[in-house]
């Protein structure tokens, strides 16, 4: 990280057992996955000295620290939706750098689709009935009918049609096709995403990620420590992160989300050009981000998402820029918060340990940069992170 002194690795990444798991607790899925990170980094947990957790427990992350043996002096709990794990990462990557942490665990875990199937939860999503929400509350406006409305706004005021919105998730499914730990490997077209059941117009179920249980964990280390590592560093290079709105009457332009401003710094920190990145991990809760966030990231002109995603561009195989190689959140897991699921994938491919559904170069070598980005609320927040070998 050049604002700092020291430079930061990610240097353990791991999921804990994913997809239908309904013989496990939300913290038995956090230890999993932190001591696979922990084994994959070839590290003692003894230089383990910063801790960021967010989702479990009243004192989250306290609950889960204490549940993992774990005494922090440097603690994140951060939480601001889907974003949460890539802006803890930059808050942990300058806390390294600065010498106020040494290895910073952040980890995360949910059964919310066997706590659905158990009747321990429902399947609607409520963030509550106070402070600002209390004006859109009253009128139904729900979490997808949000994202509904800005898709619909962008169809409107660009042309983007409802095929090319398909065409994500038909490629996100031909991605997680390559991915064993995927839920849904069964070809799609966009036929078949369009003649699905409608949830929030203009979206049909299969333009709605899906509901799955599991955990993911990443160990972020001082330089210093990459020469007791196990595996090669994926280094962190530059960070950025935005929050927006809370309210749709806040929002000043449905089609711009804040990835726009978290990938610019991201980028300019790094001192790269998107033009640079081989392969990119999106938040993807929905078609419509996948779209959005492509513009606002700079791999596509604003409103020409639509077009960008045609002709196979997000395939692993052949497409020019691939995206969401393991399926994303359409396909292969959705467990809640899945941000901390995109800098695993990240690393993975990174490191060249992605087997069938490895990304290459186009020079035919292993990837050198990548990009995660995470996405918050109802594109409230945003977290991007851009990562190099």
């Not at 170069?361 to 980005?373: I, K, N, T, W, Y």
Request: proline letters at 4%.
């Amino acid at each position: 990280m050049s604002r700092g002194n020291r430079k930061v690795a990610v240097v353990g990444a791991a999921l804990s057992d994913c997809g239908r798991v309904d013989d496990a607790t939300p913290f038995a899925l956090h230890a999993q996955a932190a001591r696979r990170a922990l084994a994959d980094s070839g590290l003692d947990r003894r230089v383990l000295d910063g801790f960021a957790s967010a989702g479990l427990g009243t004192l989250a992350p306290v609950e889960v620290a204490e549940y993992l043996g774990l005494r922090p002096t440097w603690v994140d709990s951060t939480s601001v939706g889907g974003s949460t794990w890539e802006v803890m990462a930059a808050h942990a990557a300058d806390a390294i750098a600065r010498g106020h942490a040494n290895a910073v665990l952040l980890v995360y875990g949910s059964t919310a689709r066997a706590d659905i199937r158990a009747g321990r939860r429902t399947g609607e999503l409520s963030f509550g009935a106070r402070g600002p929400l209390q004006f859109e509350v009253p009128y139904g406006h729900t979490l997808i009918a949000k994202y509904a409305m800005a898709a619909r706004r962008h169809m409107i005021e660009y042309g983007t049609t409802i095929e090319q919105l398909a065409e994500v998730a038909v490629q996100a499914r031909a991605n997680a096709a390559l991915n064993p730990g995927a839920m849904y490997r069964e070809p799609l077209t966009v036929d078949e995403v369009l003649a699905g059941p409608m949830i929030a117009d203009p979206f049909t179920k299969l333009h709605c990620c899906i509901r799955s249980d599991g955990g993911a964990a990443v160990l972020l280390a001082a330089e210093e420590y990459v020469r007791d590592c196990r595996t090669a560093p994926v280094w962190i290079l530059g960070t950025g992160e935005h929050v927006s709105h809370a309210t749709m009457s806040e929002w000043p332009d449905f089609t711009v989300s804040p990835a726009a401003v978290s990938g610019r710094l991201a980028f300019e920190r790094a001192g790269v050009r998107p033009s640079e990145i081989d392969f990119a991990e999106l938040y993807d809760a929905f078609t419509y981000m996948t779209l959005v966030t492509l513009e606002d990231l700079g791999f596509c002109a604003k409103g020409e998402g639509g077009a960008f995603v045609e002709k196979g561009r997000l395939l692993v195989r052949n497409g020019e820029l691939p995206v969401n190689t393991d399926g994303g959140g359409l396909s292969a897991q959705h467990p809640g918060m899945r941000g901390l699921f995109l800098l695993v994938e990240a690393v993975r491919q990174l490191r060249g340990e992605g087997g069938d559904r490895q990304v290459r170069a186009r020079d035919g070598e292993l990837p050198r940069l990548g990009v995660a980005s995470g996405t918050g609320g109802w594109f409230c927040s945003s977290g991007t992170v851009v990562l190099g070998r």
